[in-house]
């Protein structure tokens, strides 16, 4: 297999037509991957994301062509999944304040050109779900910047626009169905679709892990405070608290930070799941 890309998570190899995403321990906040690796992450993020997949097989096709079909060595956090032609738009819906789009709202009234009421405060739920997509930058490029809908029409035409904020509302719409009988609140998630080979619009990457999502503890949820969270804010959270400026090398993670971020990942995985991680 050939190495095609090492991002700040996944490895990505090429196998023939396929391609084969290798998901590791490592973990990153503010675009800069710690030195410090969690455990158990990778199989993690990948098996959650299988099993939402399954979930969500009737909303969207999805990359997978296998979970077995993969090197030994990287059993349980590696999967085979078709190449895909990228829409290059980061596609972000928002149920809740929360983040950047809290800042945005905070100093514009809107987040990608979405009017919001006045007066939320962190962690309001809003009217409804939003699609707040954002430009997807290379790596190293710098950081993604919001769009509106129009400048996603703009960039890929009106008619596919339209279908990635239809997919990503309804893929955030089932999710939270589906979490809220585990007690967690899905504030939002970013998903990334592609077109493969007979030119269908497919779910590629992860889905609804707690890398590309915002979880919280709903019964822990109020407005206007920190919710609980069960994602690696937990993680952003422990780095405010320090001197570190947000740029490259970050600060190695004490074992104690470690052991509670890896153990919110199991929280989220068993709760969602209903499975005992192992």
């Not at 399954?54 to 990359?63: E, G, K, S």
């Not at 962190?122 to 997509?133: D, Q, V």
Request: hydrophobic share 40%; proline share 6%.
């Amino acid at each position: 297999m050939e190495l095609l890309h090492s991002g700040k998570v996944r490895d990505v190899y090429a196998d023939g037509e396929d391609i084969v995403l290798v998901a590791s321990d490592r973990i990153s906040i503010y675009d800069v991957i710690l030195p410090t690796p969690i455990p158990d992450k990778g199989k993690i993020l990948t098996q959650l994301s299988l099993w939402w997949f399954d979930q969500l097989a009737d909303v969207v096709p999805n990359h997978i062509v296998s979970a077995t079909d993969v090197p030994a060595d990287w059993s349980g956090r590696a999967v085979r999944v078709k190449r895909l032609q990228m829409v290059m738009v980061e596609c972000i819906a928002r149920g809740y304040l929360a983040g950047s789009g809290l800042k945005t709202y905070q100093q514009d009234g809107a987040i990608c050109g979405v009017e919001l009421p006045p007066g939320l405060t962190e962690a309001s739920k809003l009217p409804e779900p939003i699609f707040t997509p954002t430009t997807k930058e290379p790596p190293g490029a710098g950081h993604d910047e919001n769009m509106t809908l129009a400048e996603v029409e703009t960039k890929v035409g009106a008619e596919l626009a339209a279908e990635l904020k239809r997919i990503t509302l309804e893929v955030y719409r089932r999710g939270s169905e589906v979490a809220d009988r585990s007690g967690i609140i899905i504030a939002d998630t970013k998903i990334e679709l592609g077109f493969d080979a007979q030119q269908r619009l497919t779910l590629g990457d992860e889905l609804l892990t707690p890398d590309s999502s915002r979880f919280w503890a709903a019964d822990e949820w109020q407005p206007g405070k920190a919710p609980r969270y069960l994602d690696k804010q937990f993680l952003r959270n422990w780095s405010a608290q320090s001197d570190w400026d947000r740029t490259a090398p970050g600060p190695e993670v004490p074992e104690d930070v470690v052991e509670a971020t890896r153990n919110v990942y199991v929280e989220v995985y068993e709760r969602l799941t209903g499975d005992k991680w192992s």
